[in-house]
């Protein structure tokens, strides 16, 4: 059998489809990304990771089509034979790191998210030997911290010779002394990621960064990081929170919230969102003084 795959709007390498693949290639079928009107695959697997997004636009009549993922459907789920593969990392040639998940769903129910719909509560999910076949790799846990079998995951990477990133962001409110003292173990590949979505997580925000760095815990480059969710009609707490974090010295990354059918994101949060990114701007020049400048433009 050939079979096609189309990678819709992922901005980093597709893990259901390279799963896909790599179940595919066990059975013997040729799998390459589809190319066009002139390819004639028996299958089609659609990879859609974003609700707001559209569609690919390839003409596909008379070929089998399978849609997965988020962006056709919230609930989908690859089979159990399936899911529990190493991903085919061959897909993406440049990729020089192993990509998977040890947990998967979170406790929290936070209205702006996904992920307790999707994917339920907490729960083990897999072995970091079942995906790691880099010498870096990327987590994308949604809340890694609050399972046991993530803390015990995290202490057999400290163990390792790999370097990683939690890319979700980690739980403020769950690093305690003795998380910190596990984290301080781990070799990063990127900063060490926190998040700051409310006025209210600020403290814990502070703490874990105090916890870490009393641990002498070595993120990538010394550099930490915070994603700050912007909702609409929260820029003043927002910017509350910005402040916050450059008074610590952790870099915010603002994303503006975008709800399953999508918004315009307003001038006023692209130009804060931009301001935070450009880390260069960030540091050295205050952020009233950064928007004078822009609304001059």
């Not at 070799?187 to 700051?196: H, S």
């Not at 307003?266 to 540091?283: H, S, T």
Request: with cysteine.
């Amino acid at each position: 059998m050939k079979v096609g795959l189309i990678d819709v709007d992922s901005k980093i390498p597709n893990l259901a489809l390279m799963k896909i693949s790599a179940w595919h290639k066990q059975q013997g079928d040729e799998v390459s990304w589809y190319a066009g009107e002139f390819d004639k695959p028996d299958k089609v697997y659609c990879g859609k990771v974003f609700t707001f997004t559209p569609s690919h636009q390839y003409p596909l009549d008379g070929i089998e089509v399978i849609n997965g993922g988020t962006g056709y459907d919230i609930k989908g789920k690859l089979p159990k034979g399936i899911d529990c593969l190493c991903p085919d990392y061959s897909l993406y040639p440049s990729m020089k790191c192993s990509t998977g998940f040890l947990t998967r769903g979170c406790p929290n129910k936070c209205s702006w998210c996904f992920v307790p719909e999707k994917e339920g509560d907490i729960h083990p999910y897999m072995d970091i030997n079942d995906f790691c076949r880099h010498k870096e790799v990327t987590l994308m846990d949604n809340n890694v911290l609050a399972c046991e079998h993530g803390i015990h995951q995290i202490e057999k990477i400290t163990k390792m010779d790999i370097a990683i990133d939690f890319n979700q962001g980690l739980d403020a409110r769950l690093i305690d002394d003795s998380v910190a003292r596990i984290l301080s173990k781990v070799k990063w590949c990127k900063p060490i990621r926190l998040a700051c979505d409310t006025v209210g997580q600020m403290k814990h925000v502070q703490k874990a960064v105090e916890l870490l760095r009393w641990y002498n815990a070595k993120p990538y480059k010394g550099n930490y990081s915070c994603y700050v969710l912007l909702k609409p009609g929260e820029m003043d707490d927002c910017i509350e929170r910005v402040k916050f974090l450059k008074g610590i010295y952790v870099d915010p990354f603002v994303q503006p919230y975008q709800p399953p059918e999508g918004r315009v994101i307003p001038k006023e949060e692209k130009d804060l969102a931009r301001y935070c990114d450009m880390k260069a701007v960030f540091k050295s020049v205050w952020l009233e003084n950064y928007g004078k400048q822009v609304n001059s433009d």
